[in-house]
């Protein structure tokens, strides 16, 4: 089992009011920025990673958000450099760099290139379509986010595998002569590993290039039917998959008793958490969902809130207030509510930390000591059998020492159970076992993905709750 | 008999479906961002003496979307390819709002293309005061409002768009909002191209229409639209307490206003 830290590296300084003020992380105006905090915090951060290299975590985990207080990883990859050179075993898995985003794919090939050869082949890069908000703030167009997706995917692969000098002449990219000096460290290319919330299209992907896909924190229930999903499609593509086909990020705080514990944990439903990243106009600009894709969410049941992507936003980003129109008021959530003014910041804050029992219930947050959290992680585990494995550390105005805490607790205790736990349940991890190497025969009977008599053990999420 | 057909026609290499009422001299419109708003009052009016020929704009409804468009400019130059094609120019044309956007690109590629031109509200040129709204990052509900200064006082607002905001209509403007999007995110629904190319148009009358409150296009465009179009003879209209929909707030006012610079 491989084991990551992650954190958002949110600016925990920002005045909460402001958040639930704006109704969501994104677009806090940045006059609530201060440049002491900022240098104070980047520099926190890369300690605390290399501190969990040193308590035996096998990976650091890196992420990418633009124009909010929520992450302040905005340029991911100077993170990743900087990690590449101080720490000297882990690996730096960055899940994802947002290629519709990226405007020259031929730039950050060299980029992780680089940081793949500093750090002599620790580096796992991964890709993401970024949220909505990033199209925004990047002045991306989303009606070309998957074109620009495959695109810049493609061109970026070919950067690290094709011999140059080439010629790349695209729809959306165009280069008139390709041959980065830098190539990876790691051949033919370093591996590459998908995050993913709920989108099936992306998982089907996934499987087609034999590329890890990490669920980010979902709702096990529908998780189970995109590995599903996956497994399927790796058979239809003629390989098995395995443990080692997928990963699961899971928030979580630890302390040393219970009571500090919870009194801490408190700090996850900051703001609204992760489900007030962005407000819907930002969350589901136009085209940024493919039409089949929010055709679907439109119908199914809000199982999920990570980075606020919920059926209930879509209709929200739909309607707008069309009340003196006909259009029946909704039993709009506290954001709407908000927006309309009939509730204040303070009572928007109460119904947010009232769920804080119910998203643990949920295991959309796992809160404890050691010994508590370990048995929910344990379920999470048989559930989805995942070969990696990212704990995320809380959010939220948790102090540093708080944070350090939970990091060492975890190294000490949580770690070593986990990768017994792993043991048992013959969990092999992307390096144990090559994704995609395990051929499949047509007909015959593949590997169960998941545990579907341990799933009838988990909780149910309250799908009202998100974090 | 109905007031107007919608038939899909081969044409300019697509399949282009085209609303059709009226019956007179053939008067080209061209509908805004969100689509066509449905058969409203002004065309009723519009349609007594005149044959409304009004093409859904490709990507929208009916009409799949051409992957060669890639910005307003391109699409002008594909719905001058259509009146060619269709014998139509040259013909007096109508646009809304991101269709008065599109009626000024096809003017600079062909002046000779339209008879006269009406362009209501256009987007397309930067308003040298205020901003376009960005009618990408607000939702669907934010960005209809916005086109009206006083929906209480316009009856009509009611009836855009078929009047009920059933699931197909919200995905129907789903489609449309990707589809402006995909020709006008940036930059942000105007090209600064635009304002030179329009000093080319000569010999073609034009009418610039405006609401005073528009919170979609300010009005400081208007300025910006007519110095652009110094070298032919244009008109400026300006309606008070009106937003980005003259035909539907000043509806009686606005038909007058066509009849009078069409005749």
């Known amino acids: 089992m491989h084991i990551m830290y992650f954190t958002e590296r949110p600016y925990r300084d920002v005045p909460e009011d402001e958040v639930i003020k704006n109704r969501s992380f994104f677009g806090v105006p940045n006059r609530f920025y201060d440049a002491q905090v900022g240098a104070r915090l980047y520099n926190e951060y890369l300690d605390e990673d290399v501190y969990a290299e040193e308590v035996g975590f096998d990976a650091i985990m890196l992420n990418e958000h633009h124009g909010n207080p929520f992450c302040m990883g905005a340029v991911m990859n100077v993170e990743a450099a900087i990690l590449a050179r101080i720490t000297k075993k882990v690996r730096i898995v960055l899940l994802g760099n947002p290629l519709p985003v990226v405007k020259n794919p031929v730039r950050l090939a060299e980029e992780l290139a680089e940081i793949d050869l500093i750090s002599k082949g620790r580096l796992v890069p991964g890709w993401v379509r970024g949220a909505g908000s990033e199209q925004i703030f990047n002045q991306a167009n989303p009606a070309y986010n998957r074109e620009y997706f495959n695109e810049a995917h493609d061109l970026v692969l070919a950067c690290w595998t094709k011999p140059g000098p080439f010629r790349w002449e695209g729809k959306h990219f165009n280069f008139r002569y390709v041959n980065p000096w830098a190539l990876p460290y790691q051949k033919p290319r370093p591996p590459i590993w998908i995050p993913g919330v709920i989108s099936a299209e992306t998982v089907v992907w996934c499987a087609k290039h034999r590329y890890p896909y990490i669920g980010l924190g979902t709702a096990l229930q529908s998780t189970v039917e995109l590995w599903n999903l996956y497994g399927q499609t790796a058979a239809d593509e003629g390989y098995m998959a395995g443990t080692e086909n997928f990963g699961y990020l899971q928030q979580i705080h630890v302390a040393e008793t219970e009571e500090e514990a919870q009194k801490q944990g408190r700090a996850a439903m900051f703001g609204g958490g992760a489900a007030n990243f962005s407000r819907p106009e930002h969350t589901l600009p136009p085209g940024y969902n493919s039409k089949e894709a929010t055709r679907r969410l439109a119908k199914q049941a809000t199982d999920y809130g990570f980075l606020g992507i919920t059926s209930e936003k879509l209709k929200e980003s739909q309607r707008g207030d069309l009340r003196h129109i006909g259009i029946p008021k909704q039993n709009g959530d506290t954001r709407d509510k908000l927006r309309k003014g009939e509730i204040s910041v303070e009572e928007a804050k109460k119904k947010i930390y009232a769920n804080y029992q119910k998203a643990q219930d949920g295991l959309q947050i796992i809160i404890g000591t050691p010994k508590t959290v370990i048995p929910k992680l344990k379920l999470i585990m048989e559930v989805l059998r995942p070969g990696v494995f990212g704990l995320f550390q809380a959010q939220g105005p948790l102090t540093t020492q708080q944070r350090l805490t939970s990091i060492r607790l975890m190294g000490q205790e949580v770690l070593p159970a986990m990768r017994e736990i792993a043991k048992g349940l013959g969990i092999v991890d992307p390096f144990e076992r090559e994704p995609g190497s395990r051929p499949y025969t047509s007909g015959t009977q593949y590997d169960s993905l998941v545990d579907l008599e341990a799933l009838k053990r988990a909780p149910k999420r309250d799908e009202s709750v998100r974090v | ?263």
Request: with cysteine; charged share 20%; glycine share 8%.
């Open chain 2, 1 to 263: 008999m109905a007031e107007w057909t919608e038939e899909i026609t081969h044409i300019a290499g697509t399949d282009l479906a085209i609303v059709k009422g009226g019956k007179g001299k053939p008067l080209l419109i061209l509908h805004e961002e969100l689509g066509h708003p449905g058969w409203m009052s002004y065309h009723q009016e519009l349609a007594k003496d005149r044959t409304l020929i009004i093409p859904i704009q490709p990507g929208y409804g009916k009409s799949p979307r051409v992957e060669q468009i890639r910005n307003v400019h391109e699409l002008g130059l594909f719905y001058n390819w259509v009146l060619n094609e269709m014998n139509l120019a040259p013909i007096d044309v109508i646009g809304f709002s991101i269709g008065g956007w599109t009626a000024a690109e096809m003017a600079t590629a062909n002046s000779k293309i339209f008879r006269k031109m009406m362009l209501v509200a256009p987007s397309g040129i930067k308003p040298a005061e205020g901003e376009i709204l960005d009618i990408f990052a607000v939702t669907i509900g934010t960005q209809l409002n916005a086109t009206v200064h006083d929906a209480a006082a316009a009856p009509e607002f009611r009836k855009l768009y078929g009047g009920e905001r059933t699931p197909e209509q919200f995905e129907a403007f789903e489609e449309a909002r990707t589809e402006s999007a995909r020709i006008a995110w940036d930059p942000i629904l105007h090209n600064p191209s635009l304002p030179y190319f329009l000093q080319g148009v000569r010999g073609l009358p034009t009418h610039i229409v405006w609401g005073r409150e528009d919170a979609t296009v300010p009005v400081t465009a208007a300025d910006s639209y007519q110095v652009a179009l110094k070298n032919t003879d244009v008109k400026l209209t300006i309606f008070d307490h009106c937003g980005h929909r003259p035909e539907i707030e000043k509806s009686a006012e606005f038909v007058k206003l066509v009849r009078e610079f069409l005749a």
